[in-house]
Each structure stands twice: as C-alpha cells, then as structure tokens.
C-alpha cells in the first residue's frame, strides 16, 4: 500500500512495519512524525520523503524502537519530550538485543545495524511547543498514557491528530510502560480536540468512532482482569490466563514480526500492570 495524502498538508504511511509514518508539508519545509522500525523502510521513507521537500523536523511520540530506530537514516532536527531524550540516553536496546530482532524484523536492513547508535533528540520540551513553518503549526502536547513521555501532535489547520499509541486502530498495545489511570486520561484528552482525522501509532486513520472502539478494547481488558480479582484470583493466575490479542508485534506481509517469546513477555508485563492499577484504583473498571 502506498503512503495517501489524508487531507492538503498531512501524507500518512500505514504500511511500514512499526509505527506509522506521517509527513506534514508546511510550504517551506517539512515534519515528520515517528520514524519506520526497519532500517531498510527508512531507506525508502527518505527517499519518498525527498520527493515532496526538505525536512526540518522529526517528531518522535515516545521513545520505543518503533518509533525512533529509523531516526539515523532520516534528515531533519529530532524532537520529543525531554524525557524521551532521557531514556533514549539511558535505555537504548543494545546491539546484541537489535541484531537478534533485525534478523526476523529486517534482514535486507541487517548489514546497517553495523556501527549504529540511536539519533537522540535535540529540540525537547517538558509542557508544550510548537513547531511553525510557512503554512502549517504543530502543537505538542506532553500526555501520559502510552508511555510516561507519551505526547501528542496536532496540526489545527487540517483538523489532524497524531496520537502516537496513545490511540493504535490496530488494537491494544503493550501497556508495560503505562499507567492505566494515563491511557484512560489521554483518551479524553484525544476526545477534547477538533479533529476530522486521527493518525494511530499503529492502523489506518481513523475518526473519533475509532477511538471510541479502543476505549472499548481496553476497557474490556481491565474488566475481565476486575472480575478475576473480584473472585479472589491471585496475580500469578490472571497473568498466566488473561490475554488480549496482540496485532502489533505479529508477523506481516514480508516480515515475520516479533519472536514468541517477546510477544509473551509484553503480555505478561502488561496484564500485571493491568492487575497492579485494578487493585490500586477500582474505579478503572467505570472509564
């Protein structure tokens, strides 16, 4: 499937394996939003990219490898969340970690892992900013719920949020790095903008239905692991038993997605973030 213009400014590449991959055409430069998983579809982003205009900026919604792996081979000043810059500093995954994960993800990208180093962002912010070109303003928004450094982009002159995994149309993400109280937070803040279209972290765009419809995901999530606590089961139960369906990390046209065990380990780590939050705030199961 090839990248669409969803409305004058804003280009939008669902097809990447990771993250979506998203171009903002500002008349006298461009932005981006979150760069491909795989180095080989950086590659070929950069090479699109280069046919529409120079890129000022790289937008990076949080600090996960689906999201900034691609940074090295794109042009253009990083930017994100201070604390995104921070873990990416400190919490970068190691290259024996990269090397295992390209050889199912990315074989043709292989071979560029050689000597590669994370391109960190240069340009961070703690609230709010905003990044202004000729015809287009994005406003950033620092919001947990993804992630603790989660934010959100929204360009007002097309009525576009870019939510990052804060909203992912193709269903439920990992919730290890989350606060459940957060994702549901970020949902309503999402909801309070005037928007037309929704740009997921992964999916197609969507509309406000579609972010209705991953509340309910979900929300179906934290009440089957309520009921479980509610019958008195212990962590190690619900861990070992709930699940929820993992469109993600699973393999795809092309690639054969993440390894079993890692896709097992996000279940666990999340379903024991989902019993954690159940049990210090009930009134999860009423968001």
């Not at 280009?11 to 979506?20: F, I, K, L, P, R």
């Not at 900034?68 to 873990?87: D, F």
């Not at 400190?90 to 199912?104: D, G, N, Q, V, W």
Request: charged share 25%; proline share 5%; hydrophobic share 40%.
């Amino acid at each position: 499937m090839a990248p669409r213009w969803i409305s004058p400014r804003v280009m939008v590449e669902t097809a990447n394996y990771g993250s979506n991959n998203s171009v903002i055409n500002g008349g006298d430069g461009l932005i981006l939003v979150d760069s491909p998983h795989r180095l080989s579809d950086a590659v070929r982003w950069r090479q699109v990219v280069a046919g529409i205009g120079d890129v000022r900026f790289i937008v990076n919604t949080d600090h996960h490898p689906d999201h900034t792996i691609g940074n090295r081979e794109m042009p253009g000043e990083v930017v994100s969340h201070a604390e995104t810059r921070r873990r990416l500093l400190s919490e970068a995954p190691s290259m024996e970690y990269l090397r295992s994960l390209f050889e199912r993800l990315d074989p043709e990208g292989l071979p560029m892992l050689e000597g590669y180093e994370v391109r960190v962002p240069t340009i961070v912010f703690e609230t709010s900013m905003a990044l202004h070109l000729a015809d287009a303003t994005l406003e950033l928004t620092y919001q947990p719920g993804h992630t603790r450094n989660s934010l959100l982009a929204y360009l007002p002159e097309d009525r576009v949020i870019f939510t990052g995994d804060i909203v992912c149309e193709a269903g439920l993400p990992s919730f290890q790095d989350s606060r459940l109280t957060d994702w549901f937070d970020a949902l309503d803040v999402v909801g309070g903008y005037d928007f037309e279209y929704v740009v997921p972290g992964h999916g197609e765009v969507t509309d406000r239905a579609g972010v209705d419809r991953y509340r309910q995901m979900g929300r179906a999530v934290v009440a089957e692991v309520a009921d479980r606590i509610s019958r008195g089961q212990e962590i190690d139960q619900v861990v070992a038993e709930v699940r929820f369906d993992d469109n993600i990390h699973v393999a795809m046209d092309g690639c054969a997605g993440y390894p079993d065990d890692l896709i097992e380990m996000f279940q666990m780590k999340s379903i024991t973030r989902v019993y954690t939050d159940v049990q210090e705030t009930p009134g999860l199961v009423h968001r």
